[in-house]
């Protein structure tokens, strides 16, 4: 149980290019779902946190209009990355939280190159 | 003081060996411990949740949870080379809305 899929699992676009990700849970309805960036051998960085129906909340320093969060269903939550420039490539990984649970079920990853 | 802290590593253990993993966290009324596991390149993997003060076991696995002193511990006995990885403690901070805190994790690696 709790899984969570991501799609692509890679992607290479050209700079100025939007792209986007989907985060899916498979077998549990997401409440709540976050996405985090990691930069290679770095920890991992909470970017935004979403629940169903309502705006994302985002961390400080993440711009809310680069990196756009929809989180339609609860299954299912997109990241755009609007204008991407190569200082965006990164991994970026989506996770989800079942009811008033705090476990968090990670998806496999984006890994995203921009040219 | 950060959050959640963690040894970076890397922690070296021969294989067959017990690996102690050790996590501190500032936020006394923190109520929630998570440990996971993250490959190299890899997403990370839940592998043990702990709520209460003492011993948690899983398999090869035993979380350990002390709230008085803030501290939570991840022992993994009779290591394997395939348990080489790093390993994130994260901590469910008060008012955190489901959100953990990571800690920056602590590289382990079993040497055959």
């Known amino acids: 149980g709790a899984v969570v899929s991501q799609h692509p699992s890679w992607v290479i676009c050209k700079s100025g290019t939007s792209v986007k990700i989907e985060c899916r849970s498979l077998?549990?309805?997401?409440?709540?779902m976050f996405w985090y960036r990691q930069f290679p051998k770095q920890s991992l960085m909470l970017m935004a946190t979403?629940?169903?129906?309502?705006?994302?909340?985002?961390e400080q320093g993440v711009e809310k209009d680069k990196f756009l969060i929809n989180h339609a269903s609860l299954t299912l939550s997109t990241l755009t990355v609007t204008s991407a420039h190569p200082e965006d490539s990164s991994f970026y990984i989506c996770?989800?939280?079942?009811?008033?649970?705090?476990?968090?079920?990670f998806g496999p990853g984006t890994r995203l190159t921009v040219t | 003081q950060k959050e959640v802290e963690q040894n970076s590593g890397p922690l070296s253990v021969p294989e067959g060996a017990i690996a102690s993993l050790n996590c501190t966290y500032s936020d006394r009324v923190s109520q929630s411990f998570f440990w996971y596991r993250q490959y190299s390149g890899k997403s990370p993997e839940l592998i043990m949740s702990?709520?209460?003060?003492g011993d948690k076991e899983d398999g090869r696995f035993t979380a350990q949870l002390n709230k008085a002193s803030q501290y939570v511990s991840l022992l993994i006995r009779d290591s394997q080379p395939s348990d080489s990885a790093t390993y994130l403690c994260a901590v469910a901070l008060s008012g955190g809305y489901q959100k953990v805190t990571f800690g920056t994790g602590t590289k382990l690696q079993v040497i055959p």
């Open positions: 979403s629940n169903e129906g309502s705006k994302a909340t985002y």
């Open positions: 996770s989800a939280t079942e009811g008033g649970l705090y476990e968090q079920y």
């Open positions: 702990i709520y209460s003060n």
């Open positions: 077998d549990f309805q997401a409440t709540t």
